[in-house]
């Protein structure tokens, strides 16, 4: 008698060990897709910005322009560049009007330098286009970021009054 | 934010602005405001809305992922603004119900003072945050936990390193496993080179990973694919059918890695 009790406890245990084996392994199996689940949850947002895309390039075309990677690279040259030259007070205005300061000057140095490959225009006085000969869009850029020798200052940059006098 | 970035727009966009133009000629310019590439999260402060709601259209957070081919209203911010204004008392809760559903929380839209300006169509996709630091980026997560399931990990990582220099692709100088730090660079090229290296690794399937494997492969191949195309500069009627057809194989096959 207590032989079979002892025998049915050993087949119960055993059984008992198999379940919960069987439900450990399920758990496990269960536990990646549960983790993907919940990431994939949180990105809801993400996967449903995909249907924009196509509507966006019926109505807009390309969409190469439509990146914020120019923007993230900016961080450094316009908001820290531009914070360490403000006076740290009211620096976001400070920092906007450098961006705007350095884009306009940029876009002047590029109209000089286009007028002066158009027939029938001079340019006068030769510092600064001396700089815009061997000029690249980079070098504009460094001279505008004061990275340039012999300008230490967008001011002493301007200082050759370059002017443009139709022949 | 609004009195300093987006109040000066105003009265170039009510009485424009002379501008010199590449003709010669001096134009009259009305610039209207239409683009605003940012983020998800920087959207979502701006425009005033909770961190999973779409800015564009009005879809409830359970439908984010439903059907695709339904057409949902475009936010309307000013519609929204007025009806939290002139509501009923006693609809007060079925209101704050009904835009906590829509995600979007009134008074809080930058753009809304803003003439001739829809906020809504201000959102424009983002190939940075949207396709390369977004999905692309889940998508490795998702592929990574895969190949730990079925083991393949070193297959994938032996084929990572094989793979040759072609024109305008740089070959990972890294192997997979130790890239901490994703940079854009790096997610584009993965992008062109994660079709063929999955393929690789996957090769060799027993017969119960072999569908598994197939699935995983097809929705991996499609996200890449939709990617690619839709970054294409020029569009024909094909390649917006070929963006829906790779969209719809990613939605079919998806489950498999989700």
């Given at each position: 008698m207590a032989d079979q009790c002892a025998k049915e406890v050993h087949h119960r245990t055993i059984a008992n060990r198999r379940r919960l084996a069987d439900q450990e392994r399920a758990q496990r199996s269960n536990r990646w897709g549960d983790l993907i689940r919940r990431e994939y949850r949180d990105n809801f947002i993400k996967i449903h910005y995909q249907t924009h895309f196509a509507s966006h390039l019926r109505r807009f075309g390309s969409i190469s322009m439509c990146s914020t990677e120019i923007g993230e690279l900016a961080h450094k040259d316009h908001i820290k560049d531009g914070y360490s030259r403000s006076n740290k007070n009211d620096a976001a205005r400070q920092i906007l009007l450098q961006y705007g300061r350095q884009h306009a000057l940029g876009m002047w140095l590029q109209t000089i330098e286009e007028l002066s490959k158009v027939k029938g225009v001079i340019v006068a006085e030769h510092r600064g286009m001396e700089m815009l000969a061997f000029s690249s869009p980079s070098t504009l850029r460094r001279v505008l970021k004061d990275r340039m020798k012999n300008t230490s200052t967008l001011t002493e940059l301007c200082q050759p009054s370059i002017s443009i006098i139709p022949r | 934010m609004f009195d300093l970035v987006l109040a000066p727009l105003q009265p170039v966009a009510q009485g424009g602005t002379t501008i010199d133009c590449a003709n010669g000629k001096t134009c009259l310019c009305l610039s209207i405001f239409s683009a605003w590439i940012a983020d998800h999260a920087k959207h979502a402060d701006l425009q005033g809305i909770g961190s999973k709601s779409c800015p564009k259209y009005e879809v409830p957070f359970e439908e984010l992922i439903g059907d695709r081919r339904r057409i949902y209203n475009t936010h309307d911010y000013m519609r929204h603004r007025e009806q939290a204004l002139r509501h009923e008392p006693a609809e007060a809760s079925g209101m704050a119900e009904y835009f906590q559903r829509l995600g979007v929380k009134i008074g809080n839209n930058v753009f809304i003072g803003l003439d001739q300006v829809s906020p809504a169509d201000l959102h424009k996709p983002n190939l940075l945050h949207n396709i390369y630091l977004g999905l692309f980026k889940d998508m490795m997560e998702w592929v990574e936990e895969f190949l730990k399931k079925y083991k393949q990990q070193q297959a994938f990582d032996d084929a990572w390193k094989e793979i040759p220099?072609?024109?305008?692709?740089?070959?990972?100088?890294?192997?997979?496993?130790?890239?901490?730090?994703?940079?854009?660079?790096?997610?584009?090229?993965?992008?062109?080179?994660?079709?063929?290296?999955?393929?690789?690794?996957?090769?060799?399937?027993?017969?119960?990973?072999?569908?598994?494997?197939?699935?995983?492969?097809?929705?991996?191949?499609?996200?890449?694919?939709?990617f690619l195309i839709a970054q294409y500069p020029s569009h024909t009627p094909d390649t917006l059918s070929h963006i829906e057809s790779y969209l719809q194989t990613f939605h079919q096959t998806k489950d498999i890695v989700l």
């Open positions: - | 220099p072609y024109p305008r692709y740089s070959i990972p100088k890294k192997a997979y496993g130790d890239i901490i730090q994703w940079q854009a660079k790096e997610i584009r090229n993965l992008g062109l080179d994660i079709s063929a290296v999955l393929a690789s690794a996957l090769r060799n399937p027993d017969s119960s990973q072999s569908h598994h494997f197939k699935s995983t492969f097809k929705c991996v191949s499609a996200l890449v694919d939709f």
